[in-house]
């Protein structure tokens, strides 16, 4: 019960994200675009490209990480897991997620203040502060916090029963 | 110690390389005893680490490739290179290689070649008779082809990280993935009677081969249009891998018309993800980077191999033993930002050119997408084909012992490293 | 007491570096004046971070020095700024008595002011003043500018005075600067001597003009808590360390100059333009008043104010002669 109900949230969950990726890298191709026409035939010197990229590409790989851990697309190694009885092979697992949850709630805890941070920063060019471009921090990792809870407790650790013992594909 | 410690336990035990290289670097600052102080440097790092504009190149490149691959092109190319060298013993064996060389023009990153060619060339090397490990293996030496000649992702992460010229860089890698094609195929020869590899029955006519370069023209062009852009002054390397977008786009819509926007929808969330799975690495390398510069841990590194001897050809020898090394435990990316301000400055005292040093890191790092038990490639053909890792790596020995072979020529022959650099004004 | 960790964004050799001399020369004093009570640890190389990064780990106490340019303060500061008025010093000696000066007192109290957690020890040399180079024509005249792609850091100021020149400013990333300089994707750039010949760029360029036209000078910065800290006698190390460090900067600037390494070497592999009195006066003329408009519309009535104290101090310095 608990594991469909994850299970549909962390979909649900994932494909927003996606959308929101799909707009992040089609703006991302053409701002540098932009800056190549604008230098070779409309010569406006447009000052904001370069910076608008490099924070376009913060947001979209940030963000890409949670759905790499809702498809568990992250890769470890197998060997050692592959090699432990299903029991104790599961719980190494879920003791996995719990780690790794910690990890991004480290990053979304300090992330905050981060951001905060970001607020009595001038981005020069783009007259703002770097606040909005600096939230790219613990916005992802509060998406990955809950992408980890709630393919844990999909999954429970059985992420690697269906796989044969000789194929040992990516964790 | 206790970071190295962590780190390797973490990676035993099955936690993904990113999250484990990030778990050892908060370790690190928390083991300094500054509390929320030194804590707090964390999401720093990691924004930090990625504001980096030639990163662009990499999802770009990626971008690429899947809208090549998604149009036939890789098809293509792979018919082009059976057509010239499949009549042979290991046709198919040498097909892969040849095909890997094809394909590098195309994308900057091994793994693309790996789970490309592992979805395409290894069932049907398997179909004719090859044992799985084997394509496998061949796949797999293969695939560092597509890092070494141009473009390349991590010649780009080089350049713009050790200030080297990227275009420099691509004329470098030109020459040794044409070597590696080159001497992989005669290790494909030589083990072929032992390995008894399938032959082809009869070989393509002159027409064939005709009729199927024309066909994957639009692909071999790709390579022709982005070193032309960058060449001809038109772009910088990070804004040619957007170009290369174009093009596939151009291709993908207009010549074979195959593109369709839910294709298109698809290849864009596909590449944010490779895209993040790759960027977590760095970015939580530069926490751990950062722990290791505070602990000065690098300089010791340094003062140790400077140690052990001051001949170039020693400390060269040392800096790609380190590379592999620490190669097999961690990711290129991650040993780039860590260990590269350590030893690329050594490369500096001892007299190297920076094209040289940076193409003898790029071919170590690539070498070492492929050594166990943490290797990219190897990751990502054992998830693609379910093959096991160790039997990959069994098959993938000569191999890898014929790729260090060709890294400590290219290593020590400058005249042979900086052959292309300097003919182009790259290099003095 | 304690330990000063010191981190910069440039190369760690003193003979080679205006920022690493400086450090260097401030360690030996303040290790050695204070029998040890104060230890200095440098981390150059960015092996810490960008020079952005650096400020924030003096602010936040994980390290207690830092040099930075003016361009990773300005997003903490943004009156910096005001120091990019182009054309404004006539010789280097007037810089060193303007940020020496009342100027530079006043500019390091409202940097405090305004970051509250920081105390300003001077302004070091980064490597002397700005001079432009490209692959197109000889830069003597305003005229000449016509038309040329210049690379820029991402600052709006030099965009707006590049642009008052006439020519275009497009902002590259610096690792692309050299491939960009070669392949022909900008036609010339803009950085202090020292740094166009370390980056090699004579190589890939064709003519070099001594426009002068902009100095920026590191701000040398410590972290306020660490240095309240410090006893009365410590503290009064410190700051005759940081002017010796400022001196060496200055001088080690020079000598890069007239080294091989600086203009001398650079004579022989790019022709290298000076600019008389009158055509520096029409690029003043044509950039000034783009610049305060600049400073009026972006920043604040301060910003102004600081701008008027540095035109009137630095007029008086350039109208001062040695020794008189
Ligand atoms: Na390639
Ligand atoms: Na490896």
Partial sequence: ?171 | MIVGFSFVLLLAVGMPIGFAIGLAGVIGIFSMGGGVTFLAIGPSKIFNGLNVFPFLAMPFFILAGEIMNSTGITGRLVKLAEVLVGRFRGGLAHTNMLASVFFAGLTGSATADAAAFGRTLVPAMVKQGYKRDYACAVTAAGSIIGPTIPPSGLMVVYGSLMGVSIGGLFAAGLLPGLVICIVCMGVIAIGGKRENLPKAERGATLGEIWQTFLSSITALLMPVIILGGILGGIVTPTEAASIAVAYALFIGVFVYRSLTFRDLYAMLVRTARITGVIFVIIAFASILGWWMSFERIPQAIAGSVLGLSENPYAVIAIIICILLVVGMVMDITAILIILGPVLVPLTEQIGLEPIHAGIIFVLALNISLMTPPVGACLFVLSSVTGEKIERISVKLAPFLVAEIIILFVFAFWEDAALMLPRALGFAP | GGTIRFGHDNKTDPFENPAHACTAVFQNIVTADTNGSVTVEVFGSNQLGTAAEHVQQVRDGVIQATLTSTGALASYYPRIDVLNLPFAFANNASTYSVFDGEFGATLAADIEAELGDVVVLGFPDTGGFFAVTNSQRQIANLEDFDGIRIRTMTLPSHQKIVQALGAEAYPLSWGEVYSGLQTGVIDGQMNPVPIISFANFAEVQKHMTLTNHLFSPYTFMVNKAFYDDLTEAEQATLHTAAESCVTASRGLSRIIEASDRGLAGLMDKIEVTALSDEQRAAMAAATQPAFEAHVGENLDEKAGELLTLFKAEVETANASTYID
């Fill in chain 1, 1 to 171: 019960m608990l594991a469909e109900f994850s299970d549909r949230l962390s979909r649900q969950i994932n494909r927003g994200t996606e959308v929101v990726l799909a707009a992040l890298m089609v703006a991302l191709v053409l701002d540098v675009w932009i800056g190549v026409v604008d230098r070779y035939f409309f010569h406006w010197q447009l000052p904001w490209p370069e910076v608008l990229a490099r924070y376009l590409m913060i947001w979209a790989a940030m963000l890409a990480v949670s759905c790499g851990i809702a498809r568990r697309e992250h890769i470890g190694l197998t060997v050692l897991l592959m090699s432990l009885p299903q029991g104790g092979r599961r719980g190494l697992l879920v003791l996995i997620d719990v780690i790794t949850f910690a990890l991004f709630f480290y990053v979304l805890w300090f992330g905050i203040g981060f951001a905060e941070s970001g607020a009595k920063r001038q981005a020069m060019i783009l007259g703002a502060t770097l606040q909005p471009f600096y939230s790219a921090i613990p916005a992802a990792a509060l998406l990955a916090c809950v992408q980890v809870v709630l393919v844990m407790i999909r999954d429970m650790g059985r992420q690697l029963d269906t796989v044969t013992p000789n194929e040992g594909s990516g964790a």
